[in-house]
């Protein structure tokens, strides 16, 4: 008796498994748009299907048993403890037979052909992009191509606030997006500069931990246009629910004329290196690379948060000599969340930023800080 | 030594002081036990306010309520405390008072050593939220914050608030490897004359392995927050890839403690159910040796399955392989356990008082658990779960109804024999439907909430998740209110209520039944013989 429902549950789980192959059941992942995110929505379905299944029939079993063997009724305790005959040995182990089956073939086969899958980065990739997690935005690089840009969230503090009505894409968008061509295999390769993030886009049925100071990689093949958005999904630190991941997937021909416009603005970008500026200049430019890079922590005010994240106001570094704040610009400080922007921002932006810090909520040094100044003293360690 | 002693002259219990230093100097497993459990539950209170503060600011998308730095320490708070001060001392509580009634030894082997560890605690508790309470008035950048995994590097971010938390992990870990050397010792060597090995009640069974896995862990975790204090102020490098270290190490170190912890948690309520499903089925336990086999396997599987939690971390192929395989193995034990469980209600002679209500509760709902664990077994497949809801969800139904369910399971269950009072029915019956509703409304929709791709940890969340979101708040709510119920309950037990019998449960057994309710302060002075 106690054996037979093994046997039957297993049989209706897989009948179910089957069934589910088709229809798109309450459990299912954000639509699947690559290999991967097909099959590995493919082993889930399989999975929920018979554990759905299992947990239902057992329950089933239970409930009648609260029902028939009520000690209301009258149903006196029977007393067997263990199974006392070969044929009840038999019927009890078959459940156990069944769930090795369960565990190693139904399931384990084809998540091993899953797993083998997910991991075959690099075989015909035909661009490779890397991805880096900062505090608390992601950095996207095309090392063939020379480009690298970084990706913040666009959405309005006052919309997080509640202060203004919240966007269809809410907490979703971003100002530059990662673009891919779509049907090609991209390979991307994940670090940070920092603490550990994780990049995920739920319709890529991928996510990666991006490591500080080790790579590591997995693909994804687009196969429909479109935009494509995920989170981080690693606790990095107090702005880790606001840093969005998003994605572009465009065709060949779009692909190629973004990449072109791309290497257009490097080359600005390089230009505006050497080129000297005036205060006013430099503190508008510096003002909105405050305003995506900065105001997490230190605020919009310059104010910070009291204990957790220094004022810039009359602060020692701002108002002391200019090559210290520079440094601690470039550099950060370590062991704390101030990041070392040197790898994110050109000599231009940072020269751009130290002089809004500078000249903007009473401090007033006057100083215009040039590219070159910058450039002088990146790389110089401590 | 054939006499079973159950009654004692009341100049006896006379020695001891009274008053506060009572509690303080007290070596009586009794006076501890109580101790652990009045802690136990003030903690289950205090984290479960804390992760209410969190549901009530995700009720809805924006930040109306806390600011993120704020939210973080609270998720991380909750998880601590509730994994450490309420999960442990709880089981640790029960296990100190009952321990020496079901083995019919008169007291744990080593009652000074009980005594240091449960006082420990109380220190290492105010370490951890001190920092905390003091941010909050404005002292200090508050607590730990990097969530219970206090994952490296982000760990060597936070303020002053970690160093208390690295310190507090050190109390807890001399407090919990005390307890478990206490436990080895007393089962080992203070069984009555006659209880052989196999004939030891399944409780006995499950705290033993719970102790030897513990004092397997805790040592390792212990190593893991002194290198990360070490890397912190001491210009080490071992969690920094710059220095020659590798954040990753630190995961391995801690998931080689934190996915035992969950089988620390599971086993002594694993061999508490069978008590009680015997007691109200009336019918002996099935399979007791099978359930103690499952047991040892649990134990063995339990420490060489840790990386499964880090698929998503990078790893080789082979090591995603070995670490999917070797989870999936812990179904077969986990489903004898069921097996066993259920055949032990078949055709037995059912009542469903409060225990038992709670006690099916566990298998229900632990069983829900567990089937999604062998989903996230899959490696491939656990890229979409990891870090997602469905993992918030999936641990919840695997330690929720083990630590909060089965406690209560086995409170309910003693409380007679603690009490001499038998407990208010109704009010046991409110409290367990309320907690199983307000349970599944809170956790079925995060389940829904990961598919749809909401990491967790996020203080705030884009609007396809708002009505899920909503719904499971409310849950919270209820299932936070439903405990008010159980403290009620309590404090109405301890007064008063229908005399107790010696054995309060119509079908109950074992040695502890032979004793009055309530059981005097000394009991089995002169060991019971077992047949």
């Known amino acids: ?382 | 030594m054939s006499v079973a002693t159950t009654t004692h002259p009341g100049g006896h219990e006379a020695h001891h002081p009274s008053g506060l230093l009572r509690w303080i100097q007290t070596t009586n497993h009794k006076d501890i036990a109580v101790m652990y459990l009045t802690f136990a539950v003030i903690m289950l209170l205090i984290a479960g306010a804390m992760i209410l503060v969190v549901r009530a600011e995700l009720f809805q998308p924006g930040l109306q309520i806390v600011q993120p730095e704020f939210f973080n320490q609270l998720i991380t708070l909750h998880g601590l405390i509730m994994v450490f001060g309420f999960a442990m001392p709880a089981a640790t509580g029960l296990a100190n008072y009952m321990l020496p009634l079901m083995i019919g030894a008169p007291d744990m082997a080593l009652p000074r050593l009980n005594n240091w560890g449960f006082w420990i605690l109380p220190p290492a508790a105010v370490m951890l939220v001190l920092p905390f309470f003091l941010g909050l008035g404005g002292v200090g950048a508050g607590g730990i914050d990097t969530g219970w995994t206090i994952y490296a590097p982000l760990s060597m971010q936070s303020g002053w608030g970690m160093d208390f938390a690295i310190f507090s992990v050190h109390m807890l870990g001399v407090s919990s490897i005390l307890a478990s050397i206490n436990v080895i010792v007393t089962v080992l060597n203070m069984r009555a004359p006659g209880m052989t090995f196999w004939k030891m009640p399944l409780f006995a069974h499950g705290f033993l392995y719970t102790a030897i896995i513990l004092i397997t862990i805790m040592p390792v975790l212990a190593g893991g927050v002194t290198m990360l204090l070490l890397d912190r102020h001491f210009g080490t490098n071992f969690y920094n890839a710059a220095g020659g270290g590798d954040p990753v190490l630190w995961q391995h170190i801690f998931w080689f403690m934190g996915h035992p912890e969950v089988y620390v948690l599971l086993l002594p309520i694993a061999g508490l159910v069978p008590h009680i499903l015997s007691a109200f089925t009336r019918k002996p336990t099935y399979g007791y040796k099978a359930q103690v086999y499952s047991m040892w396997g649990i134990m063995f599987l339990s420490v060489i399955v840790w990386a499964h939690h880090m698929f998503t971390s990078g790893m080789s192929v082979g090591g995603q392989l070995y670490f999917m395989y070797s989870t999936m193995a812990i179904s077969l034990p986990l489903a004898v356990l069921f097996f066993c469980w259920i055949a032990t209600i078949w055709r037995g002679s059912l009542t469903f008082e409060t225990p038992m209500l709670f006690a099916i509760g566990f298998i229900v709902l632990f069983g829900w658990g567990g089937l999604t664990g062998l989903v996230l077994a899959d490696a491939a497949a656990d890229p979409q779960y990891h870090n997602a809801y469905f993992l918030v969800a999936h641990f919840h139904y695997a330690l929720y109804p083990t630590t909060v369910f089965g406690a209560m399971a086995g409170i309910y269950y003693w409380l007679p024999k603690w009490t001499g009072h038998m407990l208010d029915e109704r009010l046991g019956q409110w409290h367990f439907w309320v907690a199983l509703i307000g349970f599944n409304v809170t956790f079925i929709p995060q389940f829904l909430l990961g598919l749809a791709g909401m990491p967790r940890r996020i203080p705030d969340y884009p609007l396809m998740f708002a009505d899920w979101n909503m719904v499971s708040t409310v849950g919270a709510f209820v299932l936070g209110a439903s405990h008010l119920i159980f403290v009620w309950n309590v404090i109405k037990c301890v007064r008063g209520g229908k005399k107790a019998e010696a054995r309060a449960w119509e079908g109950a057994e074992g040695l502890e039944w032979t004793v009055p309710s309530p059981a005097p302060y000394h009991t089995f002075e002169t060991q019971p013989a077992v047949k």
């Open chain 1, 1 to 382: 008796m106690r054996g037979v429902r093994g046997e039957l549950v297993l049989g209706a789980a897989l009948a179910l498994a089957s069934a589910t192959a088709t229809a798109k059941p309450f459990w299912a992942f954000p639509d699947p748009v690559t290999p991967i995110a097909r099959e590995t929505l493919h082993v889930h379905n399989l999975f929920m299907a018979v554990i759905v299944t299992l947990f239902f029939a057992v329950l089933a079993i239970m409930l009648y048993s609260f029902w028939k063997h009520r000690k209301s009724q009258g149903h006196q305790a029977a007393t067997f403890t263990q199974p006392n005959s070969r044929k009840q040995w038999a019927w009890v182990l078959a459940p156990f037979a069944g769930l090795l089956i369960l565990d190693y073939g139904v399931f384990g086969v084809p998540a091993y052909h899953a797993v083998l899958s997910y991991e075959d980065t690099q075989n015909n990739a035909e661009l490779v992009v890397k991805v880096t997690g900062s505090q608390w935005l992601w950095q996207y690089e095309y090392p063939k191509e020379g480009i690298k840009f970084a990706s913040h969230l666009t959405t309005p503090r006052d919309q997080i606030d509640n202060k203004a009505p919240k966007g269809e894409n809410y907490l979703l968008e971003v100002d530059n997006p990662l673009v891919l061509p779509v049907g090609k295999k991209v390979r991307v390769i994940t670090t940070s500069n920092d603490v550990i993030h994780s990049w995920w886009v739920p319709a890529f049925g991928v996510k990666r931990d991006a490591v500080p100071g080790f790579l590591r990689e997995f693909w994804v093949k687009v196969e429909q246009p479109g935009t494509y958005r995920g989170q981080c999904s690693e606790l990095c630190g107090k702005e880790h629910g606001f840093m969005p991941v998003v994605v572009n997937v465009v065709s060949q021909a779009e692909y190629t004329a973004w990449v072109t416009k791309q290497k257009d603005a490097v080359a600005k970008d390089k230009e505006l290196s050497n080129a000297v500026l005036s205060l006013d200049d430099l503190k508008a430019r510096g003002e909105k690379i405050y305003a995506t890079n900065c105001t997490a922590c230190h605020q919009a005010t310059g104010m910070g948060v009291p204990n957790v994240f220094p004022s810039l106001v009359g602060s020692k570094v701002i108002t002391g000599p200019v090559e210290e704040h520079i440094k601690v610009v470039l550099n950060g400080r370590p062991n704390t969340p101030m990041a070392a922007w040197s790898k994110q921002l050109s000599d231009a932006d940072i020269a751009a930023v130290v002089t809004y810090e500078r000249n903007s909520w009473g401090n007033k040094t006057g100083d215009a800080v040039q590219a070159a100044a910058v450039g002088k003293l990146r790389g110089d360690s401590r």
